[in-house]
């Protein structure tokens, strides 16, 4: 079997079988076609013919381009998952990746907007009266209230809003459904804004749409949070998934549950959630450092 036989296969696999979201099929195919790409040109072709060090000199191509050690982790877990499902399927014995070395990635904390600057999304006057205002307003509060993903925000449907039991139901990676709390005021903002949208739109399935009634776009969510968050935050980036940051952080900084926490953002382990906790601790250090006496001594 070919490489690029073997990764078409992969792909059909991980859409269908494993429902991953679109962009993570982009990303895994994107990476696995770059490799195969490598292959070719020092001529591998065939499944057999690939070792461990073919892949290192793909690696090392990259490494040179500069790529982050993110980015290059990120490719090795693509070649990594790919491997594994031709393990299983009995189509190539050898492990490689036992032989490579990911790169050591730095920590990063994650920016998150701070709560005053949050505060502004409820002021009067900040978004037009008119149905696209409306519905910019509603879409960030939704995101920071929710901590939902973006493409969970893009697939909200109208029914999967209860205003009455105060809850939405989000449909999250691999299609797994988590149910949300609302409150009363996030609920009645929801049931007005989808009066006006019947209004102006017509029967749409989906919550938040174009004027013309078609499902909104990731680059559309996007570009209003740019817009709107560059005026009120100072963060040191502005991106819709920093709402989700800013959900969770405030949760915890408050005394939130970190088990709750974890089933609020539909993480799959605990390991991802913890990373807030880290925040938070930074956040009380910096806190006695600048407040109390013995702090500003140091």
Not at 97 to 103: N, Q, S
Not at 255 to 269: I, M, P, R, T, V
């Amino acid at each position: 079997m070919t490489i690029e036989e073997s990764i078409s296969g992969f792909t059909d696999y991980i859409a269908t079988e494993r429902r991953m979201a679109a962009g993570t099929v982009r990303n895994y195919t994107g990476d696995l076609h770059d490799l195969a790409e490598h292959l070719a040109a020092i001529g591998v072709v065939e499944l057999h013919e690939m070792t461990a060090r073919d892949v290192r000199s793909w690696q090392m191509t990259h490494t040179e381009r500069g790529e982050a050690p993110g980015t290059i982790k990120r490719r090795l877990s693509s070649v990594g998952s790919w491997l594994r499902w031709l393990r299983s399927n009995g189509l190539y014995d050898a492990d490689l990746m036992v032989k490579i070395t990911y790169p050591k990635q730095p920590k990063r904390t994650p920016v998150f907007y701070r709560e005053p600057e949050l505060e502004h999304l409820y002021d009067a006057g900040l978004f037009p009266t008119d149905f696209v205002g409306q519905r910019d307003a509603l879409i960030l509060r939704i995101l920071y209230e929710t901590g939902i993903r973006r493409a969970e925000l893009i697939g909200l449907k109208e029914h999967a809003v209860d205003t009455t039991a105060l809850t939405i139901k989000v449909l999250g990676k691999r299609n797994k459904e988590r149910i949300i709390p609302i409150e009363t005021e996030l609920a009645g903002n929801i049931s007005s804004y989808i009066a006006l949208k019947r209004q102006e739109v017509g029967e749409t399935e989906w919550l938040f749409t174009t004027p013309k009634g078609k499902q909104m776009t990731a680059g559309q969510v996007y570009y209003l949070v740019k817009k709107y968050m560059t005026m009120l935050s100072t963060a040191d980036r502005i991106s819709p998934h920093v709402f989700r940051h800013s959900f969770a952080t405030h949760i915890l900084k408050e005394g939130g549950d970190l088990l709750a926490l974890k089933e609020l953002l539909g993480h799959e382990n605990l390991a991802t959630t913890e990373i807030y906790t880290h925040i938070t601790r930074e956040q009380l250090k910096q806190t006695y450092q600048h407040t109390h006496p013995r702090g500003r001594k140091k």
